[in-house]
């Protein structure tokens, strides 16, 4: 399933905590982008149609929940970018942000650990 960047940043709000009417989603989206209701009402109802969130009835109003949960929106975004850009390979990607300096010694230090733990699983 894919999820535009603006429809993650309403899956942002609905992650943080559920369920959230549309009117919610808009207060908490007020103070950090210019969109006017109507266009975070259009993503909520795309994001349904995606199959993303649900829609509960209550009273005159619906209460908005994600079915997709962001780890799994997260495996399917850095999977895609991951094949995209370095052809499926971890190493080219850890090795592309460590010859542009951004890689910090706390950063090497958990790869380390990592590396050491996954291969110590095996």
């Known amino acids: ?32 982008q210019q969109w006017q209701e109507a266009t975070i009402k259009t993503l909520l109802n795309r994001l349904l149609k995606k199959g993303a969130v649900r829609a509960e009835k209550e009273g005159r109003r619906f209460l908005y929940s994600p079915l997709l949960t962001r780890d799994q ?31 910090s010694a706390g950063d090497l230090e958990d790869l380390k650990r990592l590396v050491k733990e996954l291969g110590d699983g095996k």
């Open 1 to 32: 399933m894919q999820i535009s960047e603006a429809e993650s940043q309403v899956m942002e709000v609905l992650w943080s905590g559920s369920p959230h009417t549309a009117e919610d989603v808009v207060a908490a989206l007020s103070s950090q």
């Open 73 to 103: 929106w997260l495996a399917a975004e850095s999977g895609s970018m991951v094949e995209r850009l370095f052809g499926g390979r971890i190493a080219p990607l850890v090795a592309h942000f460590g010859q542009h300096g951004k890689l």
